[in-house]
């Protein structure tokens, strides 16, 4: 069977907190670990979208509209759905689900997710990731 769930693809959120929003799988499990017996994959995320801005903005006004929030977070693969994009250009380099544990770490993580997503919705990459999904 072929790999549908794959690093750098663009997911939607089914389930829990975060559900609608749109996401990428940082790191996969297909088989599972002990501590979670299936498969689940380390996505980064956006909790609040950027808000639409126009040319007739201000540079502080348009500073402040296109703040990102996300979120890391381990989660199944049944309430994860794949879509047919990929972001090729967002990559994580040191991120596991064991750094997600302390709370430092995450921070640290957290705050380096939100640079590197502001920096490709700044530069006009992946339009579509960073638009709400209207539903």
């Given at each position: ?69 996300p979120f890391l ?63």
């Amino acid at each position: 069977m072929r790999k549908i769930m794959k690093q750098n693809k663009i997911v939607i959120v089914l389930s829990g907190r975060y559900a609608g929003r749109k996401a990428i799988i940082v790191k996969t499990v297909d088989d599972g670990a002990q501590d979670k017996p299936f498969g689940h994959a380390l996505v980064a995320g956006i909790d609040r979208y950027p808000r639409k801005v126009t040319k007739s903005m201000g540079k502080t006004k348009l500073k402040k509209k296109s703040k990102i929030k996300p979120f890391l977070k381990v989660l199944n693969y049944n309430h994860l759905m794949p879509t047919r994009y990929t972001a090729s250009e967002i990559t994580f380099d040191k991120l596991s689900p064991k750094d997600l544990k302390d709370p430092a770490k995450r921070k640290a993580h957290r705050f380096q997710t939100r640079v590197k997503f502001e920096s490709s919705y700044k530069e006009g990459k992946n339009k579509w990731f960073f638009q709400k999904l209207r539903f």
